[in-house]
């Protein structure tokens, strides 16, 4: 089982909502990511977790809240999104090692962001 | 500094070979990769090279690095029109911290008949 999995695939909020996008991999994995993808652009990254505790924060605001319940899952909490926020986001996993090895990062489907 | 370049538009014909190039700034990335995204769809990892590498091959798609020079390039041998997609280059630059996955801006391969 290669795969990681997002839900929802779609989703239109508004800006006073709060809604989670969720993500899981059953591959042992203990790297999870958060990237953010526009229209025509590269994926971004937001939010590295490593064993299960956040490494990387690329200055992402405060109004997206990541969480990493427990190995396999990952789950990206928003609050108070603004329109500029609708993108593509994406979450992956990848072995951890300690000398820059492989980390090949196996990618979900996404979820498409509609913030109105 | 971090930076992954790649020309944006490549256009063929179905049963030629295409050729996609990158180049990279970060001498210290141990492993490149190659992604495909078709439209509306998450990343699929194609292949990678490991930087003591020059070649590598798997099946139609030949990845060539020249770590002098900081270029990798893949190449597509009999693209079909299933190929038409976006690709993306990536290296994880050990500067950057080994998670941390820098992406080119993308390839988009348009295969016509």
């Known amino acids: 089982d290669t795969e990681v999995t997002q839900t929802p695939k779609h989703l239109v909020m508004g800006m006073t909502n709060k809604k989670s996008l969720k993500c899981e991999q059953h591959?042992?994995?203990?790297?999870m990511y958060w990237y953010k993808q526009k229209a025509k652009k590269p994926p971004e990254l937001m939010f590295v977790?490593?064993?299960?505790?956040?490494?990387i924060n690329e200055s992402v605001p405060s109004r997206f809240s990541p969480e990493c319940p427990n190995s396999s899952l990952l789950n990206l909490h928003l609050h108070a999104l603004q329109p500029e926020d609708s993108a593509l986001y994406l979450c992956?996993?990848?072995?951890?090692?300690?000398?820059?090895?492989?980390?090949?990062?196996?990618f979900g489907q996404g979820t498409r962001l509609t913030v109105v | 500094g971090e930076d992954v370049e790649q020309s944006l538009f490549l256009s063929v014909r179905e049963g030629d070979s295409s050729v996609i190039n990158c180049t990279y700034t970060?001498?210290?990335?141990?492993?490149l990769y190659w992604y495909k995204q078709e439209p509306g769809a998450g990343l699929q990892l194609l292949t990678y090279?490991?930087?003591?590498?020059d070649m590598k091959q798997d099946q139609r798609l030949t990845v060539l690095l020249n770590k002098k020079d900081k270029h990798l390039s893949l190449r597509i041998a009999d693209t079909q029109t299933g190929d038409s997609a976006i690709y993306f280059c990536?290296?994880?630059?050990?500067?950057?911290?080994?998670?941390?996955?820098?992406f080119g801006a993308g390839t988009r391969l348009a295969v016509h008949p």
């Open positions: 970060d001498s210290s990335s141990t492993y």
């Open positions: 992956a996993s990848s072995v951890l090692t300690g000398t820059g090895g492989n980390t090949e990062a196996f």
């Open positions: 977790y490593s064993y299960e505790k956040l490494s």
């Open positions: 990536a290296e994880i630059p050990l500067s950057g911290g080994y998670n941390k996955l820098i």
């Open positions: 591959m042992g994995h203990r790297a």
């Open positions: 090279i490991f930087s003591n590498m």
